[in-house]
């Protein structure tokens, strides 16, 4: 499998064509009686599949197994242990190998201690937000930086800029958990200016800030000068860090 896709840069005709491997591979097992779906993941788009790269095993019968397996929620590096329900027990799943090209799994069935609960839950990074208040009164976003900026030299604040994408998982995360949190939102009601732009959209920008990842969220003082950036998902302790030490820099 091939993927080739056309890049276009502002207004002029794409003239460059790319193409890649698929970075994906998925297909059926049965494991001791459960049917399950399993796939391959090439982490670093180089074309070979490692040790170095992520795996998924999951039942047949679980909800929208077809497209879950393929998700970063059930990914996991091949060190990691992978699970399947019986009516016993949950089956415990060793990684061995893959074939180069993906088209192959080894695993073992292994006797641990374990389940997938209790093996997932530290990576549960949203179980501290869950039992934060929430915010009554959504901080107010723009979408126009020149406007955002002009307001905030009027009324001396400063601007938070908030570079995301559509396809950002870490983003999405963050709206439904960070900026809706109660204290986070007190603060930027009693500081801050927010914008949030679309990097793919806003390319522009993006290039004049020098935006390499998204999320980026950048404080900049009334003044338009650069206090403080951060790259990457952030807690809401880890935002409210950020925003307490981009005030201090004013």
């Known amino acids: 499998m091939v993927n080739v896709w056309i890049v276009r840069e502002g207004d002029a005709a794409p003239d460059v064509l790319r193409y890649s491997v698929a970075s994906w591979r998925s297909g059926t097992v049965t494991v001791n009686g459960v049917d399950a779906l399993v796939a391959a993941m090439d982490g670093d788009n180089d074309g070979v599949f490692t040790n170095g790269d992520y ?28 699970f399947l329900p019986t009516a016993a027990r949950e089956l415990v799943l060793e990684f061995r190998s893959f074939s180069p090209d993906g088209r192959s799994i080894d ?5 641990r201690p374990t389940t997938k609960a209790g093996d997932r839950a530290a990576d549960d990074f949203l179980a501290s937000e869950r039992s934060r208040p929430r915010a009554t009164t959504p901080f107010p976003w723009g979408h126009d930086f020149t406007a955002a900026r002009a307001q905030s030299k009027s009324a001396s604040r400063q601007l938070l800029i908030d570079f995301e994408a559509t396809w950002c998982g870490p983003c999405k995360s963050m709206d439904e958990w960070v900026w809706t949190d109660a204290e986070v939102a007190a603060r930027l009601q009693a500081g801050y200016v927010g914008v949030k732009l679309d990097g793919d959209v806003e390319k522009a920008l993006a290039k004049r800030f020098n935006v390499a990842g998204y999320p980026t969220m950048i404080a900049l003082d009334a003044s338009g000068n650069e206090a403080r950036r951060v790259v990457g998902y952030q807690s809401s302790s880890q935002m409210l860090a950020f925003l307490n030490a981009a005030r201090l820099k004013r």
């Open 55 to 82: 795996w998924s095993v999951l039942a047949a019968s679980a909800p929208d197994a077809a497209k879950a397996v393929l998700s970063h929620t059930e990914a996991r590096p091949t060190s990691r242990l992978m």
């Open 107 to 111: 695993f073992a069935v292994v006797d």
